[in-house]
Structure formats: structure tokens, C-alpha cells
């Protein structure tokens, strides 16, 4: 599934840049979904939480309109810059990016309610949960939230593993298989891509 569609080189560089910095970005199955889930959703406007050194954002542009725009909040300086530089590799123009350097926090609650088409979480685990709400809020009817690592390295799925980590990914499952405003699906790709669509 990681070799279907064979990374370009602007993404391989992204890549190696992000592990070296250790920083692991989605893997190309799981970023190919997302391209694919931008396309399908004919997103214009998409929030990011984490950069991956611009990996994500890549498959996430790649996938959208020429027009749209990406908000991409990070809060390390460094994974901001090397996106940018990953951007400029892919040959993505500026105008299509909008860089937030902060807390994912504090940052989503500026962001504007029912304003965007689809919201990508792969940042601290441990607050996956808030970024859950702070997505509900931000997507409109019938977009749709992703998160990174829904596995978490099969730890999710071993009931004797009990790091914060794990149990709020565990969380994140459980709010999304119950809440009825959501049409949950998790993807086998990579280390899980769990993804809900928000109903009208």
C-alpha cells in the first residue's frame, strides 16, 4: 500500500528533511488518502495541525483547487520553515498557504466556525481530543476530520497499554464512533487514518 503511488522528489526531500529532524511526517498511503479526501471534498479550505515539515501539506494542496487555501498551524519555527521550503519545491505558490507558528490550542479557537471544508490532525497526541472539538466547530456540514497515527504503532489496539498518549487516541475513537452528527471511518493505511464526516 506505502509504494501504490511512489512519492516525487520534492515529497522524498520533504520526507528525509522531517526524519532528520525527527519529525515523522504521514506516510505516502496516508497522505495519498488525504489528497484523495481534499479532491473528493473540493476543499478550499483546509486546517493542518502539525506540519510534518510539509508533507501533508503537499498531499493536502496537491488535492485542492489552485485557488484554495491551506492554514497550517505548528508550533515549532523550524517545521515551519522547512514546509515552506517543501512548498517551494512542489512548486505550490504562497498565496496557497497560511503559516501559524503556536499552541494548536490556542490558535484553532481564532480560527472561523464552519468555515472550512476539511481539518487534519497530526500534532500532540495527548490532545487529540480538543483538536476533535475545535474541528466539529471549524468544519462545515459535510466536511471532514482526519487524524494521523489512529494505531499509534498497534499500541491502540493493546488493551495493557495505558500511556496518556494512547488512552487519548482511544478517546478520539470512541467520541467518533458515538457522536451521531459524525459518519466515522478508519483506514488501515500507514499507522491509521481515522476520519468522520460531519453531517449536515
Not at 479532491?39 to 478550499?44: D, E, K, M
Not at 497550517?72 to 496557497?96: C, M, T
Not at 499509534?152 to 478520539?172: F, G, L, N, Q, S
Amino acid at each position: 500500500m506505502e509504494d501504490f503511488l511512489p512519492e516525487d522528489e520534492p515529497l522524498l526531500e520533504a520526507r528525509r528533511r522531517g526524519h532528520e529532524i525527527g519529525a515523522t511526517p504521514i506516510g505516502p498511503a496516508g497522505g495519498a488518502a488525504l489528497r484523495f479526501l481534499a479532491t473528493l471534498l473540493g476543499a478550499r479550505n483546509v486546517v493542518e495541525i502539525g506540519s510534518g515539515c510539509g508533507v501533508s501539506g503537499v498531499y493536502l494542496m496537491r488535492g485542492m483547487p489552485k485557488d484554495a487555501v491551506l492554514t497550517s498551524v505548528d508550533i515549532e519555527p523550524e517545521h515551519q520553515r522547512l514546509a515552506k521550503l517543501a512548498y517551494r519545491e512542489a512548486g505550490l505558490a504562497a498565496f496557497r498557504t497560511r503559516m501559524i507558528i503556536g499552541p494548536a490550542l490556542e490558535v484553532l479557537p481564532r480560527l472561523t466556525d464552519g468555515g472550512y471544508d476539511m481539518v487534519f490532525c497530526d500534532a500532540a497526541k495527548h490532545e487529540y481530543p480538543e483538536y476533535l472539538t475545535g474541528a466539529l466547530r471549524l468544519l462545515r456540514p459535510g466536511g471532514v476530520v482526519a487524524f494521523d497515527n489512529a494505531l499509534w504503532h498497534d499500541r491502540v489496539a493493546d488493551p495493557d497499554v495505558r500511556d496518556p498518549e494512547t488512552e487519548a487516541i482511544r478517546d478520539v475513537h470512541r467520541a467518533i464512533r458515538e457522536d451521531e452528527r459524525l459518519v466515522p471511518l478508519l483506514v488501515p493505511v500507514g499507522d491509521g487514518l481515522l476520519c468522520a464526516v460531519k453531517r449536515d
